[in-house]
Antibody
Framework: QVQVVQSGAEVRKPGASVKVSCKVSGYTLTYLSIHWVRQVPGKGLEWMGGFDREDGEKVFAQNFLARLTMTEDTLTDTAYMELSSLRSGDSAMYYC?????????????WGQGTLVTVSS | QSMLTQPPSASGAPGQRVSISCSGSSSNIASNTVNWYQQLPGTAPKLLIYSDTQRPSGVSDRFSGSKSGTSASLAISGLQSADESDYYCATWDDNLGWVFGGGTRLTVL
């Protein structure tokens, strides 16, 4: 079983950046494909990007290509998502999600979410 | 606007069977498998169905998935009040990456 724990809530001003961490346990990061999904309050789920473990490449949603940075620290089994040039519309719950090859890489394990508030 | 189209709402009485549709296109549902997620208020989504029809360990067999062409469906039988939730379909789109449906809010009457 994979456990996923994210960092705590953040408040940023417009134009700033935010970095969210996602620590996994139960599996090493190198066996997992970590993806990032956000949810604006009252709205649906929106995929931002992730690491395709099969291809060994990062994949991005077009909307986030210019502002999203995803990194991994395999020594601590922690993934990071940094979103830059924040605007008020980026205020949302940010989830990291992951899965295994055995379940078709579906997002079987989710973090608890990190609330990011962008406000001047 | 989501690439996958779901009805915004669905409802059913306890014990009934309800179905939620998810309509896509040749670049997503028709060529890749579909996953379904349940999201209870204030919680992270939970995987219900993967690879069109498969249930993860621990998911009730009251939940089932199907797919035909560019559409997929989630069926819930023996409806219970605990099933009242938001449901999302998702799949890989060959041009866009992972895409989610807009979500369906299920109400148990």
């Amino acid at each position: 079983q994979v456990q996923v724990v994210q960092s705590g809530a953040e408040v940023r001003k417009p134009g700033a950046s935010v970095k969210v961490s996602c620590k996994v346990s139960g599996y090493t990061l190198t066996y997992l494909s970590i993806h990032w999904v956000r949810q604006v309050p009252g709205k649906g789920l929106e995929w931002m990007g992730g690491f395709d473990r099969e291809d060994g490449e990062k994949v991005f949603a077009q909307n986030f290509l210019a502002r999203l940075t995803m990194t991994e620290d395999t020594l601590t089994d922690t993934a990071y998502m940094e979103l830059s040039s924040l605007r008020s519309g980026d205020s949302a719950m940010y989830y990291c999600a992951t899965g295994l090859y055995s379940s078709g890489w579906a997002f079987a394990f989710w973090g608890q979410g990190t609330l990011v508030t962008v406000s001047s | 606007q989501s690439m996958l189209t779901q009805p915004p709402s669905a409802s059913g009485a306890p014990g009934q069977r309800v179905s939620i549709s998810c309509s896509g296109s040749s670049s997503n549902i028709a060529s890749n498998t579909v996953n379904w997620y349940q999201q209870l208020p204030g919680t992270a989504p939970k995987l219900l169905i993967y690879s069109d029809t498969q249930r993860p360990s621990g998911v009730s067999d009251r939940f089932s998935g199907s797919k035909s062409g560019t559409s997929a469906s989630l069926a819930i039988s023996g409806l219970q009040s605990a099933d009242e939730s938001d449901y999302y379909c998702a799949t890989w789109d060959d041009n866009l990456g992972w895409v989610f449906g807009g979500g369906t809010r299920l109400t148990v009457l």
